[in-house]
């Protein structure tokens, strides 16, 4: 059982940047594949970026490439997505999530979820 806690939304103008983290409870943390999700009013959730159990590869959706990083930090049970350049249509609640043999985008396939984070960018 992983149960994941995201922080670090909010309120921004557009152009900003936001750092959200999500902190993961277990000892098995690392051998989990992580994405960051989001899901804005009326549309399907989508991932904006996932990273792999190591760490060693990453992959990003097209919205939020060049602007949005995703890392890890294993030894504190922590996902981070940061993002700079926020844009009006990036508002949304972004939700991490954690899957233990999948590392596709398809949220349906993580196994466990956080509460989500609110982020809402300002024009």
């Known amino acids: 059982q992983v149960q994941l806690v995201e922080s670090g939304g909010g309120l921004v103008q557009a152009g900003g940047s936001l750092r959200l983290s999500c902190a993961a409870s277990?000892?098995?943390?690392?051998?989990?594949?992580m994405g960051w999700f989001r899901q804005a009013p009326g549309k399907e959730r989508e991932v904006v970026a996932r990273?792999?159990?190591?760490?060693?590869?990453?992959y990003y959706a097209d919205s939020g490439k060049g602007r949005f990083t995703i890392s890890r930090e294993n030894a504190k049970n922590t996902v981070y997505l940061q993002m700079h350049s926020l844009k009006p249509e990036d508002t949304a609640v972004y939700y991490c999530?954690?899957?233990?043999?999948?590392?596709?985008?398809?949220?349906?396939?993580?196994?466990?979820w956080g509460q989500g984070t609110q982020v809402t960018v300002s024009s």
């Open positions: 999530a954690a899957a233990r043999d999948y590392s596709g985008s398809s949220y349906p396939r993580y196994d466990y």
């Open positions: 277990g000892r098995t943390f690392s051998s989990y594949n």
């Open positions: 990273i792999t159990c190591s760490g060693g590869r990453t």
